[in-house]
């Protein structure tokens, strides 16, 4: 449903009054204009508080599309949810499976991300099967009086549960939280991306530096900053920065000169008392591929894991080192701040990284991780291996238990730049027609013009680094409690605010770390939490969303979604998978395999129908 334009008639008596601005003298007429000004005041105040009455007398309403719904080929999925939300916060097209009721009058939007809360919670019916009726409409959800549902919060607030799908192909299921995050730019928008990088290639032509990290994107990364730079990080003692150059003297130099230098540099550590500490540093020249400086690097404490199997340290190859970090700094301060000469240009891939293990903070840098994209898109980075194979057409880390090698890293990240260098900015990106959620919010009018919509993510872990890396306000959080109390702070000054309750997926265990071929996932049954556990995680969450809801402001939208079903038995599935053509690839043979471990078709289908089972969801739409 498209939005009604709100039109507001202006009667004479309502002209703003005019104030004198060539008065010359006296206190009358300062008075007289403060009293004009607070007339100006008492209106605007007035005309609020219409508009307000206006409003809560059209409450908005969700109305279901079942005609719409039921011509899709499967349920409502998460870009749609995506969507919805844009078109309620940012002015984004209406969509077509559900209509709103004066949306115009929505104040605010809290999104919530609830997995674990499943059909069975809420007495509802299984989904239909049969060919006569449609497994996509919304299912009606029974009173709290009429079924024994455990978190009545629900039954008593929602109408219908709409059924969801989350993203994925037929053997995985992608990231929820990126595709509601992640949406595609507007034609217009992407026109405007498509002539910046043409004015932009034009400028720089086959310059490194049009690579360049921005001020921006060092914050956003967590990249250690010098203080003349900004002053955004606080140098812990043992570290230092590169020191600013003198531009007075660079003009001087011949034009050959001017330019900064490149290096490419990759560091490996191994884990002390006091955490990972650098033991191996190496910096290779980007013109001539040229290793201009290697060496490994004494702890200051003695080693209790030397990570073999990533850093390639062994405790024979350390056992002479005699360089310590100090030493290293002290030199790479040479390469990087050339006496009378052009600040270096550091590459590495995940950059950051490498600074911190060598605490230097550095202004000049270019990071593989942020200038190639991941195949789905942003906030995934790729992997240096991944990025190597894929566009410079060759392996490395391959040495297994034997770990990488920093020099074959550093090199990788020259042929990468190089290559990026030579096809353009566009080479090796994906997704390029796809931004955050916050950044379309940030284009909306909203109620003060563009820029004024303000974005709040609640959530577990570090949300900043992640999807909440362009939101207004991040908070981190370690329990579903310190969400509520984060979103009960952040809701009253923002517009939209999203937060994650994962206290029912934790309590059924669906909250694992991801399987590789390394720690694969084990195949057994999943084990249930006892009735008294499981009913103290559905009445918490129950209290939290009482607690939530009634704190919530009139006209204000609540969206909840599942995201999925449990997806313990696709996850281990698919660890077993990847553990058998892992073995198969690094040369054993099937029948040197324990047949237990094999992976057949029949295993196939398996893993499918769990695939598909896994990416079931519900969806709940309201007004408070």
């Not at 809290?110 to 809360?117: A, C, D, M, S």
Request: proline share 8%.
């Amino acid at each position: 449903m498209k939005r009604s334009q709100d039109s507001v008639h202006l009667s004479p008596q309502h002209k703003k009054p005019k104030v004198a601005v060539n008065s010359t003298n006296s206190q009358g007429d300062e008075d007289t204009t403060n009293a004009e000004w607070t007339r100006v005041e008492r209106r605007k105040a007035k005309k609020a508080r219409k508009l307000d009455a206006k409003h809560d007398a059209l409450m908005p309403r969700f109305m279901y599309v079942n005609g719409e719904i039921v011509k899709r080929k499967d349920a409502i999925h998460i870009d749609d949810v995506r969507d919805l939300v844009l078109h309620i916060i940012a002015d984004s097209p209406p969509p077509n499976w559900v209509k709103i009721e004066n949306s115009r009058s929505i104040h605010k939007v809290v999104v919530l991300l609830i997995p674990g809360l499943l059909p069975d919670f809420l007495s509802l019916p299984p989904l239909p099967t049969s060919a006569t009726a449609n497994p996509n409409v919304p299912l009606s959800i029974p009173l709290p009086s009429d079924s024994k549902t455990p978190i009545p919060f629900i039954a008593s607030t929602f109408s219908h549960a709409c059924p969801t799908r989350a993203p994925g192909d037929q053997t995985r299921m992608y990231s929820v939280l990126g595709t509601f995050f992640q949406g595609p730019i507007s034609a217009e928008e992407k026109k405007k991306r498509i002539e910046a990088r043409i004015a932009s290639d034009r400028a720089f032509d086959k310059d490194p530096t049009l690579y360049l990290l921005s001020l921006q994107q060092m914050i956003e990364n967590d990249y250690p900053i010098p203080s003349y730079i900004a002053d955004m990080f606080e140098k812990p003692p043992g570290w230092v920065e590169t020191p600013q150059p003198v531009a007075e003297s660079i003009l001087l130099l011949p034009p050959e000169k001017q330019r900064s230098r490149v290096y490419a540099i990759d560091c490996e550590m191994c884990m002390t008392e006091d955490g990972k500490e650098l033991t191996r540093v190496c910096v290779v020249e980007y013109d001539s591929g040229i290793v201009v400086y290697d060496k490994l690097v004494k702890p200051p404490k003695p080693v209790i894991d030397y990570l073999t199997k990533w850093s390639g340290i062994t405790k024979e190859s350390l056992a002479n080192a005699t360089t310590t970090l100090a030493d290293v700094q002290q030199h790479l301060l040479t390469i990087l701040a050339p006496k009378g000469g052009p600040t270096s240009i550091l590459v590495g891939h995940s950059l950051e990284s490498d600074l911190k293990a060598l605490r230097i903070c550095h202004p000049l840098c270019i990071d593989t991780a942020l200038i190639y994209h991941h195949p789905r898109g942003r906030p995934l980075k790729p992997g240096l291996a991944w990025l190597t194979k894929k566009w410079c057409r060759r392996e490395i880390q391959t040495r297994g238990e034997g770990g990488h090698d920093p020099e074959e890293d550093a090199l990788a990240c020259v042929d990468l730049l190089k290559l990026k260098i030579l096809y353009g900015a566009g080479f090796g990106e994906f997704k390029t027609d796809y931004e955050s959620i916050f950044e379309r919010m940030t284009r909306a009018s909203g109620k003060g013009g563009p820029g004024t919509v303000r974005g709040a993510v609640v959530d577990h872990g570090n949300p900043s680094v992640m999807h909440g890396a362009k939101a207004t306000t991040t908070t981190g959080c370690s329990s579903d409690q310190e969400v509520l109390d984060g979103l009960l702070q952040a809701i009253p000054a923002h517009d939209f605010a999203f937060g994650r309750f994962t206290g029912l997926a934790d309590t059924m265990g669906w909250l694992t770390p991801k399987a590789t071929a390394d720690a694969p996932a084990v195949v057994v049954p999943p084990s249930e939490p006892s009735p008294e556990v499981m009913a103290a995680a559905q009445t918490k969450l129950n209290e939290h969303l009482v607690v939530l809801y009634n704190s919530l402001p009139a006209r204000t939208a609540v969206v909840i979604f599942t995201g999925h079903s449990d997806p313990r038995r696709m996850s281990a599935l698919n660890a077993r998978k990847l553990a058998f053509e892992s073995a198969i690839k690094n040369g054993k043979k099937a029948e040197d395999i324990d047949r237990s471990e094999w992976w057949t078709a029949s295993d196939g289908r398996e893993l499918e129908e769990e695939v598909e089972r896994a990416k079931r969801g519900l969806l709940f739409l309201g007004i408070k």
